[in-house]
């Protein structure tokens, strides 16, 4: 019968953690609609499309009405626009 040895090894495996940073920009924007705060919302954040890049998220802060009469004038909307600075 032939002997078997085993030998074990021991290899230290060195991981080094890549942290990757993305710095984040808030802007404050002001719209208004005469559709629905949706569409103040959308307007907001194509308007300001225009100049800043990488938009990453709205947050609508703020919602308010114009009343004229009985029915409703027009839409506005306070949002916070989140982008990404490269």
Do not use: C, P
């Amino acid at each position: 019968m032939a002997n078997f040895f085993l030998t074990l090894r021991l290899v230290k495996v060195s991981f080094k953690k890549i942290i990757i940073m993305a710095v984040l920009k808030v802007i404050e924007v002001l719209s208004n609609s005469k559709e629905s705060w949706e569409d103040a919302t959308r307007k907001a954040v194509k308007e300001a499309s225009k100049t800043v890049k990488n938009i990453k998220s709205v947050y609508v802060q703020d919602q308010s009405a114009i009343v004229n009469g009985d029915s409703v004038t027009e839409f506005r909307v306070n949002v916070k626009l989140t982008f990404e600075v490269r």
